[in-house]
């Protein structure tokens, strides 16, 4: 199903970025299965988050992956962890997630437009 048409201005209060995964540890407390990532995201620091990935990708796999999120949500109480970005993903048919990217390497923190 189509989501209702947003404006510009809604899409630039959407704050996405750059960030390279810099450490991943398994999240035993998360409802779903689950990674707990640190990112850096450059300038604004290292972010923390809860990404249920775990169908497609191993820790081995996401450690240097450069990802996009979203820095710019409220921080989300997931059991006794606190998780402070969005990492973006594609949802497959069985609902496994595969990570957004940049094609090139870019630096961390930059802006997606």
């Given at each position: 199903m189509i989501k209702p048409e947003i404006s510009w201005t809604d899409f630039e209060k959407i704050d996405l970025r750059t960030g390279t995964i810099v450490s991943v540890s398994d999240f035993p407390g998360a409802k779903n299965p689950a990674y707990q990532l640190e990112?850096?995201?450059g300038n604004l620091g290292i972010k923390k988050s809860s990404a249920q990935i775990t169908e497609l990708?191993?820790?081995?796999?996401?450690l240097g992956k450069q990802i996009i999120a979203v820095v710019n949500f409220p921080?989300?109480?997931i059991a006794n962890?606190?998780?402070?970005?969005l990492v973006?993903?594609?949802?497959?048919d069985n609902k496994e997630v595969t990570v957004l990217t940049s094609t090139l390497p870019v630096k961390n923190g930059l802006?997606?437009?």
């Open positions: 990112i850096d995201f990708y191993t820790k081995e796999d996401l921080k989300k109480q962890f606190f998780s402070e970005c973006l993903g594609v949802y497959g802006q997606i437009g």
